[in-house]
């Protein structure tokens, strides 16, 4: 610990990110990126930015970002807030909406920036068990349950497990807690899961977050945004602008919005993914593995005979990298990336050679 830290810093556990390893002719199936590339729409928009307009600063509005999202989720513009991917908008999040006397609750087995974030903000929280097959109760979400919560927080589809709520289990969560606001981290949604933004006209208490850098294949452009009622909209807009007023620059917004608006490139690669995976979870499940039901674009998959950390390390082996988590309750399954088919076929082989098929 360094004698110049402030005393919060030394306190931290800071989120580790999946591995970014370069290597040449590796199968990366460890961190959820999407198989095919972004349109080639955005990155001809990206290129016609590429202009002498960079010597300025962006819209500090990002007006023309936030109204193609608005037009693609079907709100208006004042009901959306942006970032410098959903990571940033979360951290927004917790420290405008998610901060109150009583604890935020997420569940136990979620997306692990959530403690990071309470660490680093001071946010108490509890952590809610997912029954015994990794779903989320949502009785547990309500009052009744453990008392009222200060903030609700929980990803659909949930990650790194891939199950998702229904709208209908979604909307009693957040009609069950009309005092608190309910955070649906939305990643994955377009892979198969219900969008929550259709609540958002008519429950104030309720913010959906969701990203470019899965469906849309904008990982490395870094934009996220989230949409709810104007109150907490403006809330999100004090603190980003208290932090930092140009999150969006002028290449990632050109090529942002250009994604939203190739609406034929995104669904032609969603259903592949989406196809993919089935083919994928057919294969390991041939395979002998338990697969949990996903409709994100990963699965989460456990073999009852073979040691995970053991699997991970043999795919290493071959140059295919899985996400393994040594964490309770979860030790033994496997992360794997939807990839391409190629990619899957070879993961697939790869696997059966281990496990002597």
């Known amino acids: 610990m360094s004698r110049f830290w402030s005393p919060v810093v030394g306190t931290l556990s800071p989120y580790v990110p999946g591995e970014q390893p370069k290597l040449q002719n590796l199968i990366k199936l460890n961190t959820n990126e999407h198989p095919y590339g972004p349109s080639p729409k955005v990155l001809d928009a990206i290129r016609a930015a590429c202009d002498d307009t960079l010597k300025l600063y962006p819209d500090p509005s990002s007006d023309r970002l936030r109204q193609a999202i608005a037009t693609t989720v079907g709100v208006t513009p004042a009901q959306v807030f942006v970032g410098n991917g959903s990571d940033e908008v979360l951290a927004h999040v917790f420290l405008a909406l998610l901060k109150h006397d009583r604890p935020l609750r997420f569940p136990d087995i979620t997306y692990s920036f959530y403690p990071v974030y309470c660490g680093l903000y001071g946010v108490q929280y509890e952590t809610v ?24 927080i929980f990803p659909n589809p949930n990650a790194p497990t891939g199950r998702a709520l229904s709208l209908a289990d979604v909307e009693r969560i957040v009609a069950g807690n ?18 929550a933004v259709g609540l958002v006209a008519r429950c104030d208490n309720v913010l959906v977050v969701q990203t470019l850098s899965k469906s849309r294949s904008l990982a490395g452009l870094r ?20 932090f930092n007023s140009y999150p969006i620059d002028r290449l990632a917004s050109a090529g942002a919005v250009a994604a939203l608006e190739d609406t034929e490139y995104f669904e032609k690669t969603r259903q592949a993914v989406i196809a993919t995976r089935s083919r994928m ?22 073999h009852p005979a073979k040691d995970a950390a053991e699997l991970a390390a043999a795919l290493r082996e071959r140059s ?33 050679e281990v496990l002597g098929q």
């Open 223 to 242: 934009v996220g945004f989230a949409v709810g009622s104007a109150e907490l909209i403006d809330g999100l807009e004090r603190v980003k602008n208290s």
């Open 178 to 195: 009309p005092d608190a606001v309910v955070v649906v981290d939305e990643a994955y949604v377009d892979f198969g899961g219900e969008s």
């Open 281 to 302: 979870t057919a294969g390991l499940e041939s395979l002998g593995f338990e697969v949990l039901p996903s409709t994100a674009n990963f699965v989460f998959a456990r």
């Open 129 to 152: 068990p997912l029954t015994d097959d990794f779903r989320i109760n949502v009785d547990d979400y309500l009052p009744g349950a453990s008392g009222p919560a200060g903030a609700i």
């Open 320 to 352: 295919i990298i899985v996400r393994h988590f040594r964490h309770a309750r979860i030790d033994q399954f496997l992360r794997i990336t939807v990839g391409t088919d190629e990619q899957i076929d070879l993961l697939l082989k790869g696997l059966a």
